[in-house]
């Protein structure tokens, strides 16, 4: 059995790595494709994200970028093919999902590919949108034309970065003076009919010195985290989603994916605080 205290460490923890993915978000510049690269830009920022979870994998952001466009040239690609190929590479996984499976990924810390397309008119529509409304929210209607679309539509992929009950806010690659700062915010999934790819990996894909450090930065980030908390914040309440009865946090037993309750003995995976 681990020492009392150190559920307490493992869900300041992961607090701390929720933190650490945020930050990273927070801090993304959109980039400005070359030619038609919005692919290349999406699933390399993703797979970025997505491995700054494993300590010695992230790769240099610009470099994978290159090496995407390299692989499948400035003139477009099929994004599947290229998660595929690319998931492969690092040992990653990719699935589609739906808005609801989407949103779930963001909680969980995990921005997503997202892909749409539109007509030429639609997209005259589009951009004017964002040109007068920077920080506005497109609905439908906001794409709704007397002009002719039964030309072929043209595709685009983008990141999905956030999430709240009101709508989705992207990462797009038309640069900083697109929209909000290259950011833009949609309704819902219906209204540019994205498609969403949840890109993840498990421990079954990290090699032992992965999981290794990836279980040291965890408990170290604790720690340190831990050491600066009065004993008032260690002994706080704890609900376990179990039982429903609540316990001193230093309470509990077990490790960043499995605590167990000192009440019912039941074991279940800790909720960072403050999130």
């Given at each position: 059995?681990?020492?009392?205290?150190?559920?307490?460490?493992?869900i300041?923890?992961r607090?701390?790595?929720?933190?650490?993915?945020?930050?990273?978000?927070?801090?993304?510049?959109?980039?400005?494709?070359?030619?038609?690269?919005?692919?290349?830009?999406?699933?390399?920022?993703?797979?970025?994200?997505?491995?700054?979870?494993?300590?010695?994998?992230?790769?240099?952001?610009?470099?994978?970028?290159?090496?995407?466009?390299?692989?499948?040239?400035?003139?477009?690609?099929?994004?599947?093919?290229?998660?595929?190929?690319?998931?492969?590479?690092?040992?990653?996984?990719?699935?589609?999902?739906?808005?609801?499976?989407?949103?779930?990924?963001?909680?969980?810390?995990r921005?997503?590919?997202?892909?749409?397309?539109?007509?030429?008119?639609?997209?005259?529509?589009?951009?004017?949108?964002?040109?007068?409304?920077?920080?506005?929210?497109?609905?439908?209607?906001?794409?709704?034309?007397?002009?002719?679309?039964?030309?072929?539509?043209?595709?685009?992929a983008?990141?999905?970065?956030?999430?709240?009950?009101?709508?989705?806010?992207?990462?797009?690659?038309?640069?900083?003076?697109?929209?909000?700062?290259?950011?833009?915010?949609?309704?819902?999934?219906?209204?540019?009919?994205?498609?969403?790819?949840?890109?993840?990996?498990?421990?079954?894909?990290?090699?032992?010195?992965?999981?290794?450090?990836?279980?040291?930065?965890?408990?170290?980030?604790?720690?340190?985290?831990?050491?600066?908390?009065?004993?008032?914040?260690?002994?706080?309440?704890?609900?376990?989603?179990?039982?429903?009865?609540?316990?001193?946090?230093?309470?509990?037993?077990?490790?960043?994916?499995?605590?167990?309750c000192?009440?019912?003995?039941?074991?279940?995976?800790?909720?960072?605080?403050?999130?």
């Amino acid at each position: 059995m681990m020492h009392s205290s150190e559920p307490i460490v493992n869900i300041i923890a992961r607090a701390s790595l929720d933190q650490y993915i945020n930050s990273a978000i927070n801090d993304y510049i959109p980039n400005e494709q070359i030619g038609r690269t919005c692919y290349a830009n999406a699933v390399a920022a993703v797979l970025h994200l997505a491995m700054r979870r494993i300590q010695g994998r992230v790769p240099n952001f610009q470099e994978l970028l290159n090496d995407i466009v390299n692989d499948f040239d400035e003139n477009g690609a099929i994004i599947t093919d290229v998660l595929h190929r690319w998931c492969q590479n690092y040992r990653l996984h990719f699935r589609p999902v739906d808005e609801r499976g989407a949103r779930e990924a963001l909680n969980r810390r995990r921005p997503l590919v997202a892909t749409f397309q539109l007509t030429d008119p639609q997209w005259k529509k589009f951009s004017n949108f964002y040109k007068n409304n920077p920080k506005g929210v497109l609905e439908s209607k906001d794409l709704e034309t007397t002009e002719d679309t039964t030309n072929e539509p043209s595709g685009h992929a983008v990141v999905l970065i956030r999430c709240n009950p009101e709508f989705l806010t992207f990462m797009n690659s038309w640069g900083i003076t697109f929209a909000d700062g290259g950011f833009f915010r949609v309704k819902n999934q219906s209204v540019l009919n994205l498609e969403f790819y949840d890109v993840f990996w498990t421990l079954n894909d990290l090699m032992p010195i992965e999981i290794s450090k990836y279980q040291e930065k965890k408990r170290l980030d604790g720690e340190k985290l831990l050491n600066g908390l009065p004993s008032s914040v260690k002994n706080l309440p704890y609900e376990c989603p179990r039982c429903c009865r609540s316990s001193p946090a230093s309470n509990f037993c077990g490790h960043l994916f499995e605590a167990i309750c000192p009440q019912c003995h039941q074991t279940f995976i800790p909720t960072p605080f403050g999130l």
